[in-house]
């Protein structure tokens, strides 16, 4: 064993010497020229060529090059339900048939009854709305409001975002807390525009003061005095005697629409479409994202929900929202529907009835979350 260990100390001592065998004992090529040697040197195998430099393997699997971050390849967690959502969340000031407060009574005109209805929508939101922006003190002894630049970025409601048409006319992301403000500004310009809620009394319509055969007072009123020959084609006003300056244009007395007979615009219902949509924009921010914080610890949600029950329903009775518009909280009307908190022959139940069979004949993907709003005049304008 001792002289097998000698012999490989003195193999490594001394290399061996088959290269300098191998270079003593060249030929020479046909031409005269030796035979290449290896450039590796005597004794040891030819070196190959450098590779060409490329990344590593470990650059280009790299977090840092690559498209996943770790939050996205970490197993994503399920989202808490909202609190809004929760069986027991359910309660309400109201008892009894929630329709009573919406239906118009038989005596009283439509369009007195639409525009009741949108001041006093906007009076019972305004008091929610003021919970949110309301200061309060933090642990810290900082003082903030509850719907802020910090929590609220952007106009949200679960998955919709609601932009703001600027001067310009582009969508411009705000945050909420600016947007509300911007919202309540706008509709309460609406309001106090007495173009479109007149305050005054309706002008009564003219009473006919003469007659085609002659007037009543006349003398021998029993023998009707004939009149000049009339054409067939002059108008009623004229027949009539009603000033001609007095009298309502051909089209527009053809056309009929709500609020007519009590003097307001023809684009009353559209204007209440917009300021119902804006102020559903707001409820369902509030729904999604203060429920908790700050109305459930003031013990509010049930005041809450009363109000945007009586809101839906007053809202469907003149048609002003639409099924897109309601998606952000169409799983708590649903919730809602099933509970029978809605009345079996409301809009809003039979229009879900409608969908859910139309869903089950054929399916369709629902597009778009994002929409655009509306602000006053020299700071947006009305997008439907």
Request: aromatic content about 8%.
């Amino acid at each position: 064993m001792a002289a097998f260990l000698n012999s490989v100390r003195q193999g490594f001592r001394n290399p061996s010497n088959r290269g300098t065998n191998n270079q003593q004992q060249q030929q020479q090529r046909p031409n005269g020229s030796p035979s290449p040697t290896p450039q590796g040197g005597p004794g040891y195998a030819p070196r190959m060529p450098p590779l060409a430099n490329s990344p590593s393997l470990a650059s280009s699997l790299s977090l840092a090059e690559s498209n996943h971050s770790p939050e996205t390849m970490a197993p994503q967690q399920p989202q808490p339900r909202p609190l809004f959502l929760r069986d027991s969340m359910h309660q309400f000031v109201v008892k009894g048939n929630h329709m009573t407060l919406a239906v118009c009574p038989i005596s009283v005109e439509k369009g007195e009854w639409l525009a009741h209805q949108v001041v006093e929508q906007f009076r019972l939101l305004n008091t929610f709305m003021t919970v949110i922006q309301s200061t309060y003190q933090k642990e810290d002894g900082s003082f903030d409001t509850h719907c802020n630049g910090r929590t609220c970025p952007t106009m949200t409601a679960g998955t919709h975002t609601y932009t703001w048409l600027d001067s310009h006319r582009q969508p411009t992301r705000l945050p909420a807390i600016q947007y509300i403000a911007l919202v309540q500004k706008w509709i309460s310009g609406k309001i106090l525009d007495p173009a479109i809620f007149p305050t005054g009394a309706v002008s009564p319509v003219p009473v006919a003061s003469t007659y085609a055969s002659g007037s009543l007072s006349s003398p021998h009123s029993t023998t009707p005095i004939p009149a000049g020959p009339t054409s067939l084609s002059t108008p009623l006003n004229v027949l009539s005697g009603t000033p001609q300056s007095n009298s309502v244009p051909q089209q527009q007395q053809e056309r009929d629409w709500i609020g007519k007979a009590s003097g307001f615009p023809e684009n009353f219902l559209a204007v209440c479409k917009n300021i119902y949509k804006q102020m559903f924009r707001v409820y369902a921010h509030v729904y999604w994202h203060h429920y908790e914080h700050p109305l459930y610890h003031l013990d509010c949600e049930r005041y809450l929900n009363s109000a945007f029950t009586h809101f839906i329903l007053a809202g469907t009775q003149f048609e002003l929202l639409s099924a897109k518009d309601l998606e952000p909280v169409q799983a708590l009307l649903d919730m809602w529907i099933a509970k029978k908190v809605f009345p079996a022959d409301s809009l809003i139940v039979l229009r879900s009835t409608a969908t859910n069979a139309n869903e089950n004949n054929a399916s369709s993907n629902a597009t778009g979350a994002s929409s655009n709003a509306a602000g006053p005049s020299g700071q947006g304008q009305p997008q439907t």
